[in-house]
């Protein structure tokens, strides 16, 4: 169980909001209501919307650098909530793999642990596109031993995930698919990286 007060900041864009969502809580609310510490934690997200990875990794060093607090009295977290605007902004997927493994590197540099949550289906035909980044994401992310959710694989052909993003237009899922990539999160040692115990989670 967590000793220290823990500081959590989630970067991504939009999708780390919740935009769509009636409940206006997303996976990172359906998450934190989910887990239990020790003494209250603080969550921040900090979203740009349409953002890229080149644009994440431009500023979520001095964003969250006045969130967290100093090493020895705070435990410092760190959530990187991928989307998918690097596929529709024609980035390269080496470039992507690039700017994670830059925010990864840095966070490890300043003793912040990171969890990375992969970007989740969209429109079908980026359908190909956005499988190919999360597979890059993924290695990135396993070289440097750092929890990876692939949100990607199972949501692809899920029919309450596709049901959902139909009504959203194909862009944002509603209640349903967040709470879809919210169970993800929780099953893919969201609890042992925060060490706490999972005995909670159905």
Known sequence: MQDREVRICVVGDELATGV???RALGWTGRVVARTHFSRPAMLFTLA???????????????????????????E?????????????SGLTVARSRLNLANILDVADANRTAAFVVGPPPGRPEEGERIAELSDAFADVASRRRVPYVDTYTPLAQH????????QGGGVYPGQAGYGLMAWLVLHTGWHAWLGLPQDEVA
Do not use: I, K, Y
């Not at 953002?51 to 020895?72: H, K, N, V």
């Not at 029919?159 to 139909?166: F, G, N, P, S, T």
């Open 159 to 166: 029919e309450q995930w596709l049901a959902d993003m139909a």
């Open 48 to 74: 740009v919307p349409g953002e890229t990875s080149t644009q994440l990794g431009a500023r979520w060093e001095a964003e969250t650098a006045t969130r967290f607090g100093p090493d020895s009295e705070v």
């Open 76 to 88: 410092n977290r760190l959530v990187v909530a991928l989307g998918r605007h690097d596929v529709t």
């Open 20 to 22: 769509g969502d009636a």
